[in-house]
């Protein structure tokens, strides 16, 4: 519970820091004009990214080198990271400072999220890193992840994004790519980097983190922080039931009904908001 906690109330903080900037909407097709059928078919492609990474990733295991599965996963982290932390540094300069233009702001952010990034990537690859370490950048990036698509995803794309994502979680854990990859890992006996909370008693991906802190992102961003507590209250509930529920199994897809309940506010502000 704590590192889903932790990673929504980061999110929360960094998507307070960029609502001072406009983030450009992530859509193939603009929902405000093509209405659902647009926002179902960006969610469509949004939902398909997450397979395209998993098959790379599950290829990359397969060859037996460390060394490309550390380029891969710190080329992915650097990427994505580098974006949401100037984002989220630049939001930061505009929000506590007076008289700064955004320009400026960038100029600024742009280095430091290169060495923000940096440090955390080194921390993710290192083997002479501790876990508990590793575990707090996964819970940062999974709140920084949560913030970019949150702020960035119009709002039936982001709700259908998570249905096709929690739908894709299903098949991935029970037949895809997720079940390929934990049984090569652990036939190979190799541990991946950055891409999970690893405690003694469970696991979770940063994917999960990352949509559980998108949804309470998104209610923030549409619906207000009323909205966005209720959101969290319902990802923690979800997240109790799936926990309780992994104790049967050793294996469990965690987006489905943590997502589910996590989305009800969303959907139910939504509607009294018509």
Do not use: H
């Amino acid at each position: 519970m704590i590192p889903i906690a932790s990673s929504i109330v980061f999110s929360s903080i960094f998507t307070y820091l960029t609502s001072a900037i406009y983030v450009t909407p992530i859509e193939f097709v603009s929902e405000s004009e093509g209405g659902i059928f647009a926002a179902a078919f960006n969610a469509i492609i949004l939902s398909i990214l997450p397979l395209i990474g998993g098959l790379l990733l599950l290829v990359i295991l397969r060859k037996r080198s460390r060394l490309i599965l550390k380029i891969f996963i710190g080329a992915a982290f650097l990427l994505s990271g580098f974006t949401i932390f100037t984002l989220i540094i630049s939001g930061a300069i505009l929000t506590f400072s007076n008289g700064i233009q955004g320009d400026l702001s960038f100029t600024v952010a742009i280095p430091l999220s290169f060495i923000i990034n940096i440090i955390l990537v080194f921390v993710i690859l290192s083997d002479k890193v501790p876990q508990r370490s590793k575990n707090i950048v996964s819970v940062i990036y999974g709140g920084g992840v949560g913030t970019l698509l949150g702020t960035a995803l119009p709002l039936w794309t982001g709700l259908l994004m998570v249905m096709g994502i929690s739908v894709y979680d299903i098949y991935s854990v029970r037949r895809g790519p997720i079940k390929e990859i934990v049984k090569v890992s652990k036939e190979e006996k190799e541990v991946i980097p950055g891409l999970s909370y690893v405690s003694s008693d469970w696991e979770i991906g940063l994917g999960d983190l990352g949509i559980y802190s998108m949804l309470a992102s998104l209610a923030l961003i549409q619906f207000g922080l009323i909205a966005c507590i209720a959101s969290i209250v319902g990802i923690l509930i979800g997240s109790i039931l799936t926990l309780q529920l992994l104790k049967k199994r050793e294996f469990l897809p965690g987006l489905p009904l943590t997502s589910l309940v996590g989305a009800i506010p969303i959907v139910i502000f939504m509607i009294l908001s018509y």
